[in-house]
């Protein structure tokens, strides 16, 4: 099982508050980490510890940002062959403010991610694995992306993010179709259709969109998945967050893994809903389960799984 993820590669650092400042006030942090980011390389990252094989495609800026955080994923074990080195332009760094209860605001600055090119998505790279995965919301990069997975035979997932959402059903239409699967949380399927009811989001995406399956993650609602065939909502394990940074990342990494064992859509949700469970217990987007930790929550709670 061969994967490559496709999108942002970013240094987050992060800052715990009690409370925002307002304008010209300072407030303290009671806790303060630095870890990497971006969803792709935090879905290359999760995916790997869940057993497949894992590759990353982005940009980065020849500074010793870029090299660390490449250094990083290589330690995780995902390939970063088909990464681009920008001269000149920075790696990009995004500031995560969490509040005491896990919920987060970040501020990014994209640098060399912008200079990613949709002909740096190389038809090489899309080959060489079993499927690929689309965390941006840059419409020339998903549709060229898809196009060439469609045109070689290879399966697609789409996690756009809200500045993909934010663009509507008809502007996006084209760019995505033929995808697989196609991540949404409440806020971007509100974005994307003007519903606020996720289920209803999801059977109107199903009738806008030539896409196979829709997903909507709700938080502590848990998820639901969507085919032409019908829907299955699966609730979220109770857990107490710490940071919730990346567990969308995660969730779509083990939901994706599970699409591709070809286990049932039920199961599939429960894989996902454990992974992310288990992730936002744990400080830094990077804090991904194995697949060992997945199946462990999962067998605590009477889940078996056959693979």
Do not use: C
Not at 17 to 42: C, F, K, Q, W
Not at 184 to 190: I, M, Q, T, Y
Not at 258 to 277: C, S
Request: overall charge negative; hydrophobic content about 45%.
């Amino acid at each position: 099982m061969r994967v490559l993820s496709i999108g942002n590669l970013n240094m987050d650092i992060y800052v715990k508050v009690r409370e925002l400042p307002r304008p010209d006030e300072a407030v303290e942090a009671t806790e303060h980490y630095i870890d990497g980011g971006g969803s792709a390389a935090n879905f290359a990252v999760a995916i790997r510890r869940l057993g497949a094989e894992a590759s990353f495609l982005g940009a980065v800026g020849e500074d010793e940002v870029g090299e660390r955080l490449l250094a990083g994923l290589e330690e995780a074990g995902v390939h970063v062959g088909w990464v681009k080195a920008v001269p000149g332009a920075p790696t990009g760094v995004v500031v995560v403010v969490l509040g005491i209860d896990g919920s987060k605001r970040m501020i990014a600055y994209r640098g060399a991610n912008l200079d990613l090119a949709p002909d740096d998505v190389s038809p090489e790279a899309v080959e060489s694995v079993d499927h690929v995965h689309l965390a941006t919301g840059r419409l020339e990069i998903v549709e060229r992306g898809v196009s060439l997975a469609r045109a070689m035979g290879r399966s697609t997932s789409l996690d756009g993010g809200s500045a993909l959402a934010r663009r509507g059903l008809d502007e996006i239409r084209e760019a995505v179709d033929g995808v697989d699967v196609m991540f949404l949380n409440l806020v971007e399927a509100h974005a994307l259709t003007g519903l606020h009811e996720p289920l209803e989001a999801a059977r109107k995406v199903m009738r806008g969109l030539n896409v196979g399956e829709v997903v909507v993650t709700m938080g502590d609602g848990g998820a639901l998945a969507l085919e032409r065939r019908g829907h299955m909502h699966v609730p979220a394990f109770k857990v107490e967050p710490v940071d919730t940074t990346g567990a969308g990342d995660v969730f779509a990494a083990a939901y994706v893994y599970g699409w591709l064992k070809n286990l049932e859509q039920r199961t599939r949700l429960l894989m996902a809903n454990a992974a992310a469970a288990i992730k936002v217990t744990r400080r830094g987007a990077r804090s991904s389960p194995t697949l060992g930790e997945v199946l462990g929550l999962l067998g605590r709670h009477g889940h078996e799984i056959k693979f």
